[in-house]
């Protein structure tokens, strides 16, 4: 892996709401085709720092660089730079008054300038490899939340992103949906995807990841290989953290035969 | 009950009421939807936070709302008669109602487009949409349902500032309310008016509702 360029880098970023530092001095190569999943308690910055990827945060120091540019530096194209970074977003962002097929297409045809009609015909391959075809005319408000997450994936894919950025995407879903939502960005790291992943489901990440990354009070604590990470966490941060959902999960061990 | 004369006088105020409240409300909008679309974008909160420019348009805003219809209809007649050519009759009661109307529009258009989910916003920006395209196709495409809940609120609120134009000679049914029934105390024919507007009212807000609730996905 770490033979491949390297994609997306964060060099030394600070994140400051002006109440104290969110992200305190991250830096964090990703390479192509790696996945890696960010950990961490509930307010360590994870999500903030996948949100300063794309520029949907500014960062007050540090430098972003994708393909080796530097994008946080003068006046970046942000359209152009977020249609190489995909993002997938907790509460899923379907714009409601669009069917499925229009929410997927809006991307391509009317900031990529494609032609809608191949657009369409793609779609509709992703939305059969997610097994939603026969949703394409729904309108979200018809659809599950697993649905909706899957018809958001696909919006993300259609345009063709370097990397894509998941943030807690099944976080807000019902458990038994979990899945069928964790089933596709799994498939989707198998085909080769390079991707950042923020996530509470850990034996997902577990499974996913070619490397974790604990993160607490916007710092990295720890990063290294899910086995290792799991079961030989280095700190004490890790460790405590990751007895928590042993707890949560009422004694029951974590393991890796699931997924 | 009346004559012809007073028929034929009701047909033409019904007329010109609603000739000066739909020309004054598409005039208004010309003015207001810019204006509403700018202070959304330009709030700290919006997609482009532009500080200066929210707080001048806030404050014109602001400053032309608190100025009350029937003053500000005898404030502009010099503005009326050099754009009209008199300061009297429907097509000069378009010009202070277009005047009233654009910064109450433009604050109804603004709150609708910042009703729009932010997330929604984001999933569009994370695409690569940029500004024109945000505001295009998520801003006021995800608003129109309030959008035109708004555009029947101005009607209404227009019809209702151009009978007040009567009282200045404005046309109109409020114009012939005031003549008749208040000037001339012929209350049968000021009634009748009243019974005008109120329908004139409930259809054009019925249809508002209607088209408003046909473009509406979000509920089953």
């Known amino acids: ?43 360590c910055g994870k999500s903030t720092f996948l949100r300063c990827m794309n520029g949907l945060e500014q960062i007050q120091a540090g430098q972003i660089l994708l393909d080796g ?25 379907l714009f409601p008054h669009m069917s499925v ?15 809608k009609k191949e657009v ?5 391959k992703l939305l059969d490899r997610v097994g939603l075809l026969d949703k394409k005319d729904a309108y979200p408000r018809q659809l599950s939340g697993g ?11 259609i345009l063709k992103p370097e990397i894509l950025l998941f943030d807690e995407v099944t976080a807000a879903l019902d458990p038994e949906m979990v899945r069928e939502v964790l089933d596709v960005i799994l498939e989707l790291a198998s085909s080769g995807y390079t991707m950042l992943i923020v996530t509470h489901e850990m034996q997902f990440a577990r499974a996913v990841a070619d490397r974790i990354v604990f993160i607490d009070g916007g710092k990295i604590v720890e990063s290294d290989t899910p086995e290792a990470f799991f079961t030989q966490p280095k700190t004490d941060r890790a460790r405590r953290f990751l007895n928590t959902f042993i707890y949560a999960k009422d004694g029951e061990k974590l393991t890796s035969d699931s997924y | 009950m009346f004559d012809e004369t007073t028929v034929n006088m009701l047909i033409e105020g019904t007329g010109a009421t609603l000739y000066m409240t739909l020309v004054s409300t598409l005039f208004g909008y010309i003015v207001g939807l810019p204006l509403g679309i700018i202070l959304a974008i330009t709030d700290k909160t919006g997609i482009k936070p532009n500080v200066v420019i929210y707080k001048i348009l806030d404050f014109i805003v602001n400053l ?21 050519g008199q300061s ?27 009703e729009v989910d932010k997330g929604v916003i984001e999933a569009a920006q994370s695409m690569g949409a940029g ?29 209702g500032y151009s009978a007040m134009a009567g009282v200045v000679g404005g046309g109109g049914l409020g114009d012939i309310a005031i003549r008749y029934g208040y000037y001339r105390y012929e209350t049968g024919i000021m009634i009748v008016t009243i019974v005008i507007l109120v329908i004139l009212v409930q259809i054009l807000q019925g249809l508002g509702m209607m088209l408003s609730k046909k473009l509406d996905r979000r509920q089953a």
Do not use: C
Not at chain 2, 88 to 114: C, D, H, N, Q, W
Not at chain 2, 132 to 151: N, Y
């Open chain 1, 1 to 43: 892996m770490a033979k491949q360029p390297v994609l997306l880098e964060a060099k030394n970023i600070i994140k400051d709401y002006g109440n104290g530092q969110v992200l305190n001095d991250i830096s964090l190569q990703i390479h192509k085709g790696e996945v890696i999943v960010l950990v961490g308690p509930s307010g």
């Open chain 1, 69 to 93: 540019e530097v994008i946080t530096e003068g006046k970046t194209d942000w359209p152009k730079v977020r249609q190489k970074i995909g993002m997938v977003f907790q509460s899923y962002d």
């Open chain 2, 64 to 84: 032309t709302r608190s100025i009350p219809f029937l003053i500000l209809l005898i404030l502009v007649m010099p503005l009326t008669k050099l754009i009209v």
């Open chain 1, 147 to 157: 649905q909706k997450q899957r018809v958001a994936i696909v919006r993300a894919l």
């Open chain 1, 101 to 115: 097929i229009d929410n997927i297409i809006l991307g391509p045809v009317k900031v990529q300038g494609r032609d």
């Open chain 1, 120 to 124: 369409t015909e793609e779609a509709e």
């Open chain 2, 131 to 159: 500004t024109f395209t945000v505001i295009w196709k998520v801003l006021l495409a995800e608003a129109r349902t309030s959008l035109l809940v708004g555009v029947t609120i101005a009607i209404g609120t227009i019809l």
């Open chain 2, 88 to 114: 009297y009759g429907s097509a000069a009661t378009i010009v202070p109602l277009t005047i009233a109307a654009a910064p109450f529009i433009g604050r109804m258009v603004e709150s609708s487009l910042k």
